[in-house]
């Protein structure tokens, strides 16, 4: 199965199956992490030529995305003299592909990277499209580029080691793009008629349609923030430690329909449907509050909000999405005290 994506700055294709024989005649640098290395190091070495090959461990975890981490791993790259015909492969979820695609994008103003995701979420969001970054004290990759790879490999052999919480937590991205944009897509969800490999390509095909599209976020691309907006503000009160990100999600999405339908869009039906198909996937779908007045105003800590104006995804029915701007504070102010 092959999707392409076709922007203004790159054209390049997302296959997936099973991993090919790659080929690179320069030096390569693997960026991974301990455990994807462990489990998977030699899956990927037996499949790659290069002329020299480097593997370039950072530690796991949405804490250590960060610039000192980014700093660190091109140290090693100039110790072992790199240049820009060099190549970087982002070899994990989407921490290590986020990292890697940021390196890639400044080391030396720019060098080749390839995305292979080892995780769920990673393969249907994170490693189509090009967004890159770290995360600060402010928040959630505030620090990054667009720099799109040279390819992407989706092989789901990856996922016969994934626990289950994280292939859940991939769910929620699959099941935001169904809302957003396919209702089709959503019920086929619902009823099981798809296989795993059917689900992603379909995943990746709606993503590269926004790309192809909107490749900088300069309009329909936002709409992929749906469950965001409220995510990254739960992620960030949380120290990253509570939620995995497409957790954060799903209770995003469930926060974002709960103002759809104080906008008067959403069904009370098709809201209820959305978490029945989040908690199938034992997604949670609560989360308490302590200070509405705190988390409303973490919102403006988002690179998404701009001029001091919050711009909210929310779902008008399942498979049509709404932009709203300049929505009073106390209706929002409102949605969050539901969740106190």
């Known amino acids: 199965m092959k999707v392409t994506i076709n922007t203004p700055t790159k054209k390049y294709d997302i296959i997936i199956g099973k991993l090919p024989e790659i080929t690179i005649n320069n030096k390569v640098g693997i960026i991974t992490n301990p455990k994807v290395s462990g489990l998977h190091i030699n899956y990927l070495t037996n499949k790659l030529k290069a002329k020299e090959l480097h593997i370039i461990t950072l530690p796991d975890g949405e804490e250590y995305k960060t610039m000192e981490t980014v700093i660190w791993a091109m140290d090693r790259l100039f110790d072992a003299k790199f240049d820009r015909n060099s190549t970087l492969i982002a070899f994990g979820g989407g921490v290590i592909g986020d990292m890697t695609g940021f390196m890639a994008s400044i080391f030396l103003r720019g060098i080749k990277f390839i995305q292979i995701p080892t995780t769920l979420l990673s393969m249907v969001d994170s490693s189509v499209g090009g967004k890159t970054g770290v995360n600060n004290k402010y928040g959630k990759n505030l620090i990054g580029s667009f720099y799109q790879p040279e390819a992407v490999y989706i092989d789901t052999h990856f996922l016969s080691t994934l626990d289950k919480r994280e292939f859940n937590a991939g769910m929620a991205e699959i099941i935001k793009m169904a809302v957003m944009f396919d209702k089709k897509f959503f019920e086929d969800i619902k009823n099981n008629r798809l296989t795993l490999e059917e689900m992603i390509k379909r995943a990746v095909e709606l993503k590269a349609m926004v790309v192809n599209e909107d490749e900088k976020e300069k309009g329909i691309r936002s709409v992929l923030n749906y469950g965001h907006t409220f995510g990254h503000v739960i992620e960030n009160l949380t120290n990253y430690k509570t939620y995995l990100h497409g957790e954060a999600v799903a209770i995003g999405m469930v926060m974002a329909n709960e103002l759809s339908k104080e906008l008067g869009y959403l069904s009370e039906k098709e809201a ?19 200070d509405s007045e705190e988390f409303y105003n973490h919102f403006f800590l988002d690179k998404k909000t701009i001029d001091n104006n919050i711009k909210f995804i929310i779902p008008e029915k399942i498979g049509k999405y709404k932009i709203v701007k300049n929505v009073d504070k106390e209706k929002v102010i409102n949605i969050l005290r539901k969740f106190e």
């Open 272 to 290: 209820e449907e959305i978490k029945k198909l989040l908690r199938k996937y034992d997604l949670p779908t609560t989360y308490k509050i302590k």
